[in-house]
């Protein structure tokens, strides 16, 4: 599934925006029941956690791609989201910036259903996602239909503007 990202990002050519609004993504994961045992990533042993993903996505932003990452979130965070928060400095350390926005914050925003990607404003694909947070239907499904990326742009940017710096947001 995450071909379709990877595949997209390798040809975008100015920007990537990511939106996630989900309070909590694959329960499952090894990784996040690490962190749930008390596993904490080590900023100072960057070999310990640097994967094959943020390789990519070093190698987008090496290439002038800006990569954004927005959170729309519940707060208090759910322990998924307080996994991801203390994750986030291996996507900055790629390259990424990321913000968070507080759900109470967009009340008056009009956001997308889904979670997805929009690459160079043109190229959406959309994330469809279970309620327990696991892949359903298409997992990942490309939308090469401009108008459509041009509202999750919109709607994007709105809720960019008043999200908050992953260095400035203290978790609830």
Same mark, same amino acid.
């Given at each position: 599934m995450a071909t379709a990202v990877r595949e997209a990002l390798a040809q975008a050519q100015h920007s990537a925006l990511h939106l *996630?609004? /989900? +309070? %909590?993504?694959?329960?499952?994961d090894p990784a996040f029941i690490r962190w749930q045992e008390g596993h904490r990533e080590n900023p100072d042993d960057r070999a310990s956690w640097w994967r094959p993903w943020? +390789?990519?996505?070093?190698?987008?932003?090496? $290439?002038?791609?800006?990569? $954004?990452r927005l /959170?729309?979130? %519940?707060?208090?965070?759910?322990?998924?989201? $307080?996994? &991801?928060?203390d994750g986030t400095f291996t996507n900055?350390?790629?390259? *990424?910036?990321? $913000?968070?926005?507080?759900r109470s914050r967009t009340r008056d925003l009009?956001?997308?259903?889904? +979670?997805?990607?929009?690459? +160079? &404003? /043109? /190229?959406?694909?959309?994330?469809?996602? %279970?309620? *327990?947070?696991?892949?359903t239907g298409p997992?990942? *499904?490309v939308c090469p239909d401009p108008a459509l990326a041009k509202q999750y742009v919109?709607?994007?940017e709105a809720a960019w503007e008043r999200a908050i710096p992953h260095t400035q947001y203290r978790p609830v």
């Open positions: *996630e609004m /989900r +309070d %909590s993504y694959m329960l499952d943020l +390789d990519v996505v070093t190698e987008a932003t090496g $290439r002038g791609v800006v990569m $954004r /959170r729309v979130v %519940s707060e208090p965070l759910s322990d998924y989201l $307080r996994y &991801e928060y900055v350390a790629a390259g *990424e910036i990321v $913000r968070w926005l507080p009009l956001l997308p259903a889904l +979670d997805g990607w929009v690459m +160079d &404003e /043109r /190229r959406l694909i959309l994330h469809h996602f %279970s309620g *327990e947070g696991q892949w997992g990942m *499904e919109t709607a994007y």
